[in-house]
C-alpha cells in the first residue's frame, strides 16, 4: 500500500519521462476532499455537502503542493485547472478551456485539472472526473484518454459480488459499451466513482477518436507501463 504521497510521486515519475520522450500529457486528479479530511484529522469522509466542499478547499492546496514539489524535481512547472462541467457547456467556454491547456501544454507545463470542488456539488455527490476527463481529452484532441481505478480491469459484471464475471481487455463497439451498462444497473456499481462513469466517458472519448485506457492505478507502474504503449487493463477503440 502507498501513500498519497508516494503514489502522486510515482505518477509525476511516469509522467516527465513520458514528457522526456516527447509527448504531451495532462493530469486530470481527485483527492482534495481526502487531503482536506487529513490534513483536519477528520477520520471519515464529511456526508454534508457544505462540510464537503470546505474540506475540498482545505486539501486542494496541499494536493497542488504535492504535485507541484514532485514535477519540480525533474524540472517541470504545473498550472492548476478547477473546472466544473458547466465550464466546458457552452462553446465559447469549450473553446477558451482547449486553448488555454494548449499553450500551457506548448509551454512545457503540466496542466493539472481537477473539478472545482468548492463549488461544484455534482462531483462531490458522485465522484464524476471520469466524465470531466472525457471532456478535457476531447477539449484538445489528445490521442489516449488512461482512465485509473480500483480495479484491474474491465468486467462483465461486478467481480468481487459474481464470480461469474468475465474480464474484458477489448471493447471496439458502443453497443459492447450499452450492454454492461445495462446489467450494471441491476447489480450495482463497482470501483472508485462507479464503473458507471468510467463507461459514461469512455463512451463521449471514443466517439471522439480517443483511445481509452480503463486500468488499475493502485499499482503506479501501470501508468508507467501505458505510457511506454504496452497492454494493461481494458482497451476502448475509438469509433
Known sequence: TFSTAEVIEKYCASIAA??????????????????????????????????????????QVHLMSLYRQAFKEYGYNVAQILLT????????????????????????IVPV??????????????????????LVATAVSADHLILLTDVDRLYSADPRKDSNAQPITEVHHPK??????????????????????????????????????????????NLEKLLHGSRAGTVFHPN
Open 85 to 108: 462541467r458547466a465550464d466546458l457547456g457552452s462553446r465559447i467556454s469549450f473553446k477558451n478551456a482547449s486553448m488555454t491547456l494548449k499553450k500551457l501544454m506548448n509551454w512545457g
Open 113 to 134: 485539472v481537477n473539478e472545482n470542488d468548492t463549488l461544484s456539488a455534482e462531483e462531490l455527490r458522485y465522484g464524476d472526473n471520469d466524465t470531466l476527463s472525457a
Open 176 to 221: 459492447e459499451v450499452k450492454a454492461i451498462e445495462i446489467t450494471n444497473k441491476t447489480e450495482g456499481d463497482w470501483g472508485t466513482g462507479g464503473i458507471k462513469t468510467k463507461l459514461s466517458a469512455a463512451r463521449i472519448a471514443t466517439a471522439s477518436g480517443i483511445t481509452v485506457h480503463l486500468a488499475d492505478g493502485r499499482d503506479p507502474n
Open 18 to 59: 513520458s514528457k522526456g520522450r516527447g509527448d504531451s500529457l495532462i493530469l486530470v486528479t481527485s483527492g482534495a476532499v481526502g487531503l482536506g479530511s487529513e490534513q483536519l484529522g477528520i477520520k471519515e469522509r464529511p456526508e454534508d455537502l457544505v462540510t464537503l466542499q470546505a474540506t475540498a478547499a482545505v486539501g
